[in-house]
């Protein structure tokens, strides 16, 4: 008898440990918060709780040198996850959009998945401790019918559901076919995250 498995989801996970990229990608974010008048309208106008610019800036990278040191690193990783996927592509994969997020205590993001691109990730710059974990699910959950429920010893790739706490200078990448949300946390700061799609 043996037992293998098929299909796997892959969730690509690494360390940047670079303060002064995290001290200086910080500042970016907490000015872009204040200055960018268009990415605060669009955040009230759809109830986000705190600031985006996943609607009013395209450019962070040409912008400001710290998102473009940040940009030569997330296409090395994308890179190496690409080839760990086994992706049969003519080039490396392009970053296609890149946006910075300020979520306020208690805030959270509803679930959701990146349609047009191939990669997807976040980037924490700023994480209080209890801040909201990064909740990603099991893709077959819709042809599950009458699946039982899983013991809650289960190992980690037997899960429906999957939390990963977020922390300062954690990148984590993923399909962009992969459904996941942001959590409500319980931190009273705020946390601050650059998201991005490799197309």
Do not use: C
């Amino acid at each position: 008898m043996s037992v293998r498995s098929l299909f796997a989801t892959r969730l690509y996970e690494a360390e940047l440990d670079s303060p002064e990229l995290l001290a200086d990608l910080s500042h970016s974010i907490r000015t872009l918060a204040r200055d960018d008048s268009a990415g605060r309208r669009w955040s009230r106008e759809h109830h986000y709780p705190g600031y985006t610019s996943y609607a009013s800036l395209d450019d962070l990278a040409t912008r400001d040198p710290a998102f473009a040191d940040l940009q030569k690193l997330l296409s090395r990783h994308a890179a190496a996850f690409a080839s760990e996927l086994a992706f049969d592509l003519p080039r490396k994969p392009r970053l296609d959009s890149l946006w910075v997020n300020l979520l306020k205590a208690g805030g959270r993001h509803g679930g959701h998945l990146h349609p047009h691109s191939i990669l997807s990730g976040t980037f924490y710059v700023e994480a209080p401790p209890g801040s909201g974990a990064i909740g990603f699910e099991d893709p077959r959950l819709p042809m599950m019918m009458a699946a039982p429920t899983r013991s809650k010893d289960a190992p980690q790739d037997l899960q429906t559901f999957v939390e990963i706490e977020p922390r300062p200078g954690l990148l984590l990448l993923w399909e962009s076919w992969l459904r996941h949300e942001v959590r409500p946390g319980r931190a009273r700061g705020e946390r601050l995250s650059i998201s991005f799609n490799f197309a």
